[in-house]
């Protein structure tokens, strides 16, 4: 089998295309206030899903829409 230059390079391209793509969306996942916990609570009666847990019961309104937050659900994304 005949493996170009060109196979390698798209290879490894699409490789880096992946991580990339993986890195955006653990970034996009994680809690909007400390960006470290990944976000696990929904907010009520808003929906939006943004924070952690830890952080979620320290705030009294939504950090997307500053919305006040009437209950949470702690929600599972995997
Ligand atoms: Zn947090
Ligand atoms: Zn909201």
Redesign the pocket.
């Known amino acids: 089998m005949f493996i170009s230059y060109h196979d390698i390079l798209r290879y490894v391209i699409d490789k880096a295309k992946l991580v990339q793509e993986n890195e955006r969306l653990r970034s996009a996942m994680t809690c909007k206030k400390c960006k470290i916990t990944s976000f696990e609570t929904l ?1 009520l009666p ?3 899903l ?1 924070s952690c847990e830890k952080c979620a019961s320290n705030m009294e ?7 006040e ?1 009437l209950g949470t659900v702690r929600v599972y994304v995997m």
């Open positions: 907010f808003c929906r939006h943004a309104n939504c950090v997307t829409c500053n919305e937050i």
